[in-house]
């Protein structure tokens, strides 16, 4: 099978929502052997079965342009999480926000931010949801605390996707996270986030690389299709997080004026 076609991916996530093919024709009023047929490439749905699936498994926007193997914008899900976003000048509000409102929005399994500190690319923030928890416990230090350094760890994904200013894909998790945590405690993680495949993305604002965003997916198949939605809101998260600085830095000044005239 086409592992770019509707089949391939409509059997990705059926399996990965948990769904038999039976009760997924069950579900949506088809006959016995229809979901099997459309799988494998034996029949091809109508617009009306296709809008029954999507509704049936709940897929999120750009799953649905992985079903259907095409390129969008997703502007509703950028607009949704762009104003969750730019809701707050507090850095760490800014940067839970956006890992937290994008990866529901997208159906992504996980989204990290880690920004420049020197010469060092630090660990920031991930997204908090029902594995949250669990991958703390397996950590020895708070996730703040991890880091690896820009000029003397170049083979780390995230490194590269700074120092390189490209998008940088990797189906083994433990390439993002080279020498800054064990494999071993990583390989564990990416049970618990069923990985399968993630992107490290930089942090580009007025032509300052500020950091990398990791997105990781738990389906097989590249970003082709989420890549326009991601480089926007990888661009808006930039956008936000240099201003934040600029926030911060403009209020620690006004602190100094006001103890300087105390």
Known sequence: MNKNSLGHYLRLFRNQKGISQLDLEMQIGLAAGSISRIESGKSNPT?????????????????VATLFNVKVDDLASLVSASHKIHSSLDLNEILQNAVNSFTIECGLSLAVILLVDGELLRSRIFTQTWYTEAILNLLEFPFEEYFVHLQKHTDNLCVQAVNTRSNIFTYDLTKATKYAMPDQVIRVIGKILKFKIGIAMPLIYNDKVLGTMFYAKDYEGNFDNELPVLESFNRITATAIANAKKFDSLYKEIEKLKKSKS
């Open 47 to 63: 617009k009306e079965t296709l809008a029954k699936i999507v509704g049936a498994l709940e897929l999120q926007p750009l799953q």
